[in-house]
């Protein structure tokens, strides 16, 4: 188990990274949510630490966090604020298709102005009609000459208007076989007939924006493509092996800031002449929060060794991180709540935030029903050995 225990860089980037969460980021946090804005003060905190995207390697100009460090990056931020942890966590989405397959040339000319903070990265995959479905996308690039004309639209795209940068899949040949039609394109903000739908109004992450894409007759340079024509849908679920993982770092973050908050609220209460503290069944709640709390940052952790391995079994744990931990953070949430009674329900509370926050981490970067889709696939395909993996 060696193979993905925390270093002592590790920790010293947490200890770096929750003290500007406690002091720049968890301050704003209610007032991002209540009034529903992007976290400014966040993103700029994040790219005063050299956090904004610090998995991009050293030759980009980045700071070459490993899978686990980012990981740990994006937990300590999800534990005061699940929105701001979307920043590094997109960032990292979005570029993963180009730090996978991308030419020379495309890494470098992208990847560095992420890395120092300029732009941020957002990706475009799903659609309106194809959610789990990626592979059903009628979003179109037509060949023009050396460039490619993009039509359609996709749907649910995180922090869609802030990025100056997009990774965007559509289908490059409608005839040919499903699964490898699609291709990447790097699309940028200012691109002429590239637009923003109107904010969506989520239940949680509120100070991220969801937005729709939209293309009308978005012409985009040849030179611009990530990887092979036709082999998009690859990449992208390939991406997705590699980030799922962060979203579990962000579930174990968001379920970590509940169970603080929760222990800090029973410990200073009385009811019947003691502190609730003091009453078993309490203590049995508190206990089975952080164990579950526990084994689900331990897969994390696994899941984000095996991301920088490269395993071969990195789909499964991939899956499986994401799925328990996504799991973990609602019920922790859902618990902490109960624990703080009304005032858990309560916005003078952060509790009833997180319990909503927690929500999406089920949801996106593929349903947790697909997750177990995907696990089952690992499974019966033999990729998993007997008794599992370190």
């Known amino acids: 188990m060696d193979l993905y225990r925390p270093t002592q860089d590790h920790e010293a980037i ?13 301050p704003h946090a209610a007032a991002v ?16 630490g050299d956090f904004f995207a610090p998995h991009i390697p050293l030759e980009y100009d980045g700071v070459g966090a490993d899978a686990l460090a980012t ?9 005061v604020c699940a929105s701001s942890s979307l920043i590094p966590a997109v960032n990292k989405l979005g570029s993963m298709p180009l730090l996978l397959a991308a030419s020379e040339e495309v890494k470098a000319r992208y990847l560095p102005p992420l890395a120092r903070g300029e732009a941020a990265f957002s990706y475009g995959l799903s659609e309106r009609e194809a959610g789990s479905d990626t592979a059903a996308m ?16 996709k749907s649910w795209i995180t922090n869609a208007g802030i990025s100056q940068f997009y990774t965007v899949l559509a289908v490059t040949d409608p005839e040919g076989p499903r699964g490898n039609n699609v291709t990447a394109f790097v699309v940028e903000k200012s691109d002429e007939g590239f637009s923003f739908g109107e904010k969506e109004r989520k239940l949680g992450i509120k100070g991220s924006p969801t937005r729709e894409l939209h293309f009308d007759q978005c012409r985009i340079p040849g030179d611009r493509v990530v990887g092979t024509i036709g082999g998009g849908l690859k990449i992208a679920l390939a991406t997705l ?10 579930a174990v973050g968001i379920a970590q800031g509940a169970l603080d908050q929760a222990l800090a609220y029973v410990k200073e209460r009385s009811q019947f002449g003691k502190h609730v503290a003091d009453f078993q069944g309490v ?16 897969l994390v952790y696994v899941a984000a060794a095996k991301s920088e391995r490269g395993d071969q079994d990195l ?28 005032a858990g329900y309560t916005r003078d509370f952060p509790l009833e935030r997180m319990m909503r926050d927690a929500k999406i981490t089920q949801i996106y970067e593929g349903t947790n029903q697909i997750q177990r889709v995907i696990m089952a696939r690992q499974l019966l395909g033999g990729a998993m050995s007997a008794g599992g993996r370190g």
């Not at 529903?36 to 005063?48: C, F, I, K, N, T």
């Not at 991180?321 to 019920?331: F, G, L, R, T």
């Open 138 to 153: 009628r979003c179109r690039a037509s060949a023009d000459g050396e460039d490619w004309i993009l039509n359609g639209q």
């Open 14 to 26: 947490r200890e770096a990274i929750r003290a500007i969460a406690e002091d720049k980021i968890a």
């Open 71 to 79: 990981c740990i990056v994006i937990e300590e931020v999800a534990r």
């Open 33 to 48: 949510d209540e009034e529903g804005r992007y976290p400014q003060e966040a993103h700029d905190a994040l790219v005063a």
């Open 315 to 342: 789909p499964f744990f991939g899956a499986a991180a994401k799925c328990y931990a996504s799991d973990v953070a609602m019920q922790v949430t859902t618990d902490a709540v109960q624990l703080l009674g009304g």
């Open 241 to 250: 092996d590699h980030t799922r993982v962060t979203i579990g770092a962000q």
């Open 283 to 298: 203590q049995f709640m508190l206990a089975d929060m952080a164990m579950q709390l526990e084994a689900a940052r331990q």
